[in-house]
């Protein structure tokens, strides 16, 4: 038997499976093509912070991946601060000129 006759395409049925194999090829080049915008576009939805992958892809280019964690981060922080405002500390918790907490005493 010769191998290259292992890939000829004879009759209906091995026509049928090459067409399959383009259809499952041509899905998955599309699932990694949308993966980010999905990822974006759940972002957006769990904590409402808005983000493209293209901003993305410019940040891991520029700074690696703790660019990426860096800008998510600052994200995060900007959006829980605007939804929320500034934490209020007790002033009983708060720190005394030393960096310790008020005794209560």
Known sequence: MN????????????????AFAGVLLF?????????AIVFCQYLKAM???????K????????????GVREMFLDLII???LRQTGPLQ???????????KPKSQG
Do not use: C, H, M, N
Request: aromatic residues 6%; proline residues 7%.
């Open 55 to 66: 901003q993305v892809r410019a940040v891991f280019k520029d700074r690696g991946q703790d």
């Open 78 to 80: 900007k959006e829980d």
């Open 47 to 53: 904590t409402g912070v808005e983000l493209k992958p």
């Open 27 to 35: 899905i998955l080049v599309i699932s990694f093509r949308s993966r």
């Open 89 to 99: 500390i007790p002033p009983e918790l708060r720190a005394g000129k030393s960096g």
């Open 3 to 18: 191998p290259s006759s292992l890939f000829d395409v004879q009759g209906l049925t091995g026509l049928t499976l090459l």
